[in-house]
């Protein structure tokens, strides 16, 4: 997403033009501008071809064979998504009043199809540079929400999980793949990543849909209770057994048990777990006898499963039997910015519904902030943090002032593992910055470049080097 606003400056008065690209050079706006300035109207044309700017500034006093309203006609044409704005002199209102309506706009169509202010006998550069300005960061707008349109209509969407990146496509694909099999699934990744929201997806895609989906958390149940809660207990088999009592797995009959967390399991449990998982048979605490199930397990953690197995804390049996298929690993939100967009514009819509609120969306450059943070808590804590927003909210979009503090300033992603630069190569890390910068801009070169310090030409015949064209 770029934050830079190209404006096109064309007037016959060198020294108005020079005197308001100086003041929009001085300028500060919570985005960049480039500018450009030509001093005929053949000349702006030949720009509007070459390079579609944000903005396009107009001197009514333009004459020649690409006089002013030609030129208008030209911008409207070549560039209409870019914001006009028109400089007239005093008495030039008729000439400026023919020229809109010989294109059949009024003034008021006008600025809606792309002239967003015209200026009579402006008083100031500075008046001018402000409005300009404006101008600007109602065209980035228009330029991110059109983005946001097109992410809405390529996001995809499986029972509730939303997004756009690559990354999420392959794991929905393999995801939809084994949720009409009766396969057992392993989910990793991060805490926050929405490991929970998956395996309720999978069942949900499932022929077990219309059957129970039954949730259990390894770690947040002590080790004594957790075989009562999994297997059940029959009446007397321990203290405080009052009454005999069915287990998760024997509630989840016939539909999908999820094991979350299942890392932290005791060794003991894992043991009774594997054999409820090979023979379908639980065996309730304080009983002899077993109790067929049909149940389809779906296991998840945020632990190195292989790294417990070569620890001893993780039974490898069992292990083999959770990974026959391969996890599914949900990559975390940092890495895949590109989602952030879809999921706030799915978030605001529920705390809508779920408050009675009416907000419309986020201001663009608040969402660049939001692009742009590390996520440690990834999906949860962006969710959160929507839902705060909206609530506390003094307008119906949420802007830079409504994030927490923290977020107001600049935030940029940092990784959160620091690679090892040992045994590589000057070439090697040269390429992991374009790489790395190139992702955080999310491909935009000129930003890349300038970040790197280097000339656009230069990136470019990095990237054709390194074979990243």
Not at 189 to 200: F, M, N, S
Not at 458 to 463: D, G, I
Request: aromatic share 4%; hydrophobic share 45%; charged share 25%.
């Amino acid at each position: 997403m770029s934050d830079t606003a190209f404006v096109l400056i064309t007037t016959p008065d060198a020294s108005t033009g020079q005197a308001l690209t100086q003041a929009l050079q001085k300028a500060n706006p919570p985005f960049r501008l480039a500018t450009s300035l030509v001093e005929t109207g053949a000349e702006a044309v030949g720009s509007l071809k070459v390079r579609a700017p944000d903005v396009v500034v107009i001197d009514f006093a333009l004459t020649g064979d690409v006089d002013a309203p030609k030129l208008l006609r030209e911008s409207l044409r070549l560039t209409p998504h870019a914001q006009v704005v028109i400089l007239a002199r005093d008495g030039a209102q008729e000439s400026l009043r023919k020229a809109l309506s010989d294109d059949r706009r009024s003034r008021t169509d006008a600025m809606d199809s792309g002239v967003y202010e015209c200026l009579v006998d402006p008083p100031s550069i500075d008046v001018v540079a402000d409005v300009v300005g404006r101008a600007a960061r109602q065209a980035l707008a228009t330029r991110e929400a059109q983005m946001l349109r097109k992410q809405a209509d390529r996001a995809f969407d499986f029972e509730g999980l939303v997004g756009v990146s690559e990354a999420m496509l392959k794991v929905i694909k393999r995801a939809r793949k084994l949720a009409g099999s009766k396969c057992t699934v392993l989910i990793t990744g991060e805490t926050g990543t929405g490991k929970e929201l998956l395996a309720q997806a999978i069942h949900a895609a499932s022929p077990r849909a219309g059957k129970p989906f039954k949730p259990l958390n390894c770690a947040a149940v002590s080790e004594t209770l957790l075989e009562s809660e999994l297997f059940g207990h029959v009446k007397g088999a321990f203290t405080g057994a009052i009454a005999d009592r069915k287990g998760y797995l024997v509630a989840a009959d016939g539909g999908t048990m999820f094991l979350d967390e299942i890392g932290d399991m005791p060794l003991p449990m894992q043991a009774k777990l594997l054999r409820a998982l090979e023979n379908g048979e639980v065996i309730p605490v304080g009983s002899n006898e077993a109790i067929h199930v049909d149940v389809r397990f779906v296991a998840a953690t945020n632990r190195d499963l292989q790294e417990f197995v070569r620890l001893g804390k993780f039974r490898e049996d069992l292990f083999f039997r959770l990974h026959a298929f391969g996890a599914l690993n949900i990559p975390p939100l940092r890495t895949r910015p590109e989602d952030i967009p879809v999921l706030v514009d799915r978030f605001i819509a529920r705390v809508n519904r779920e408050n009675a609120l009416s907000i419309q969306g986020v201001a663009p450059d608040a969402l660049r902030k939001l692009m742009r943070y590390s996520w440690p808590g990834n999906i949860r804590e962006l969710r959160n943090m929507i839902e705060r927003m909206c609530i506390e909210a003094e307008s119906d979009v949420l802007g830079v002032e409504d994030l927490p503090e923290s977020l107001q300033g600049t935030t940029e992603i940092v990784p959160a593992n620091v690679p090892s630069l040992a045994g590589l190569t000057l070439a090697d890390v040269e390429k992991m910055m374009i790489l790395s910068t190139l992702r955080r801009n999310q491909g935009n070169r000129e930003q890349t470049a300038r970040e790197l310090g280097i000339s656009i030409r230069t990136l470019y015949r990095k990237l054709k080097e390194y074979g990243m064209t």
